[in-house]
Every structure is written in structure tokens, then in C-alpha cells.
């Protein structure tokens, strides 16, 4: 780990009297989370939004590491569900999303707002990061100068191996192609999906892309092109078979391809 940069992030922390810190239960958000605890104690409140956008696995795993070190956890509902503009899935439902979430919390009154937000993510269109300076959302891994790679580095000298290596899983809404409503999919569906297919072939990177012309399974390239005929069949077969009772039966394997699920329209 950068040494430095590490306590250059401490040392940000440390200068707040209280914070939440919002986490969604992947490295990102989780290795700050952890690095609040050890900084400031039960000033730092960890707010997670129990959402059915969000991975079973992912709540999970933020409920425990909270039992283990003992944080002081905050699950509430952001309600970004019940949001017209989210519902829609436009370009920008991030925007929408993450509007929910930051003025949720600020209105808990819990101090200051922080994100897991690294340096990375400012290269990408985020239109999240839109709704976190409206809401004075501060991104203490930005501040710090600290790295994607830096980053999970910081969790692994800190002990958190698995923590680590965990790959990215953006929200569920992300599987569902621009301009499909949200309430038009059944997200538990796509979780548990991804979780059987993950478990049958190992791959690292597994999304179930919900589209207009039916549901897309991306794998790994190197996994997909060493998958036998007799196990396609049988993850096709399985897939059908969660799927059963959705208007989206096409069910077709392919590559993984980030953010697939994005169409920019005009």
C-alpha cells in the first residue's frame, strides 16, 4: 500500500467530527468504511440502502463485517424504487438513484456525507457524482489521490485478501437495458441468476443482461470460449428455468462486456 496516500486518507478522516460513510457492499466503499472505524469509531456511521437493486450477497456481506468489527450500521430504505425518474431507467439513472441516497442520508443529519468514490471513477460518465455535489457529498479516496488498484491494495495489507479481489458488481438496475422500466424486471431474478451461473462456471465477471430482445448471460471471454456444448446447454437450460413466469424467455450466451446494458438515446 502507499503509505503515504494512506495516511493522507486517515488524516482527512480524522479532521471530521462525524460522518456517514454510504456503503453498497463492494471494495470501494467497504475498504473506507473500514478504515472510518478504525479512524474514528462509532463518530463514523455506516449507512447501507437495502434495495432489491442491490445483491443479496452484497448486503450480506456489509451486515457481516459490521457483526465482526463491530460498526455502527444504518440499513434504510432510499426509496429510490418508488422515483418516476428512476423507474424509467433513463441515461442518467444513476443521477436518480444516487439523488435518493445522498439526501436520505443528510437527512438523518449524521454529518458530513462520504463515498467510496476513487480516482478511476472520474474518468468514466457517472452521473451519480452530479447528484453527490449537489448534495455536498465529500470522496475522501479522491481527496487522498488514492487509486482503483491503490485502493484494494489498501485492503489487502489491511487483511481483507477477499475483500480485495472482489470484482466489480454495479446495481442490478445496471442489467436492464436503457429505456426498459425498472418495474418491468424482476431483479431477484438477475441476482440469483448471476449467483447460479457464477458457482457453475467460476468466472469472475458474470452479468444477466435483461434487453429488449430478451436476456443476454455474459461470461468471462476465456471462460465462455472453454465452456463445452454439454454445459452450455445445461446453463441455458438452468437459466430458463429461473426465469420462468418473465416475458423475457430468449435466454443467449456472450462475452462480458462492461456496461453492455447502457444505450445512449437521444
Known sequence: MNTEKYQRLKAILAAMD????????????????IVAHRVSGHNATIVHAVSAAVPVAATERIRQFASEQGWNLLEINA??????DYQRNPVNRCYHCKSCLYSSINALALGTVLSGTNLDDLDD???GLIAAKEQSVRHPFVEAQISKQELREM?????????????????LSSRVETG???????????????????TATDAENV????????????????????????????????VQGLLAGSQHHSVTLSAYDKGSAFLVTP
Open 18 to 33: 462525524k460522518y456517514a460513510v454510504a456503503v453498497s457492499g463492494g471494495v470501494d466503499s467497504m475498504t473506507l468504511a
Open 79 to 84: 426509496g429510490e424504487m418508488a422515483d418516476p
Open 125 to 127: 460518465y457517472r452521473p
Open 155 to 171: 485492503a489487502r495489507d489491511l487483511g481483507y485478501e477477499d475483500l480485495a479481489d472482489l470484482p466489480a458488481s454495479p446495481c
Open 180 to 198: 426498459i422500466p425498472i418495474p418491468m424486471v424482476d431483479l431477484s431474478q438477475i441476482d440469483a441468476i448471476e449467483a447460479q451461473v457464477r
Open 207 to 238: 452479468r444477466c443482461r435483461v434487453r429488449s430482445e430478451g436476456v443476454v448471460i455474459e461470461l468471462d471471454q476465456p471462460v465462455l470460449d472453454n465452456l463445452p456444448e454439454s454445459q452450455r446447454s445445461e446453463l441455458l437450460h438452468s
